[in-house]
């Protein structure tokens, strides 16, 4: 698998940036909890601006990676491509549904085979499981806002709202490197990031602003340090199972190592009736710690100038 580092120096033709499949899974568990914690704008997007703070920096800092906006703009083309051939089959037909246990689309056989008549291509839609479908589906459906820097659009929207938004960042780039002037890159840029996208706060009784504005920063943080967390607790489950084992193991061996009768059995040529007189013998005895002490070969002795 491609590191994070190496994943940003190639590119293939069309403008395809290579995402990994963990820098791929961390973008989407990262949006899906942004969008639980109320990130979106009053029109239901993710605006590039908190993009740019809240998600790129825990991704790049986590996985070593250097993922800029264009970078997600680019894997978010795909992944709504992924989600709107979940969503296509899901309207296919009244018969579909979905087991949120076994991560698989779920409909009769006679549903199926009208289906798999439409699309043949699709097979795989009936057996397989599809792991992100969820993370997708809170990411792209819950959104009912339009415009060039929604992601999170409903379930009737296409991947065109990302090509807009693509085209409007390369003709803006163009444009200042050609004219090389500030007022050029905002006539270019849309006028909705012009504004910040994060509200004011209002001040307190006393006039000062209120600490809320800080929310965001702090928001960033505590997940950050969620993430952190779970690693730890991942890192000490896995410890204390590899410290079970090794006692396991260590009893076992210890067992085998106290046991009379295994300790008999290791003594090459001798019959089982004579096997069974030399245990009653030793712990007649009481001579099993001494026995356990001798070599094989002064066990034999032992055995044949006793038994």
Known sequence: METGEASQTQKVKGGYFPWTSQESQLL??????GIRRGWRDSNGSLTKRTIETKVLPILNKQLG???????YLNRMKS??????SYSDLLRFSSGFGWDPITKQFT??????????????NNDNMRNNTFEAFEDLQAIFESATA???NVFGLGGDATAEAFEVENNVQE???MNHMENGTESNETTCRPSKEKLPSRKRAKPNGDGEPSESINLG?????????MIGVSTNIMNLMQQREERHQKEAEVRESEKRKNNIWDAIKEIPGLERDLCYDAITKIHTLKMKDVFLSMSIEERLGWIRRNI
């Open 146 to 148: 339009r415009g060039n």
């Open 79 to 84: 992944l709504k491509k992924e989600y709107q």
């Open 107 to 120: 409909a009769p056989d006679e549903v199926w085979k009208e289906y798999l008549k439409a699309h043949p």
């Open 65 to 71: 990676c250097n993922k800029t906006h264009k970078h």
């Open 171 to 173: 003709r803006e780039n």
């Open 28 to 33: 989407k568990r990262l949006l899906v909890d």
């Open 217 to 225: 920063d702090h928001s960033e943080k505590v997940l950050s340090e």
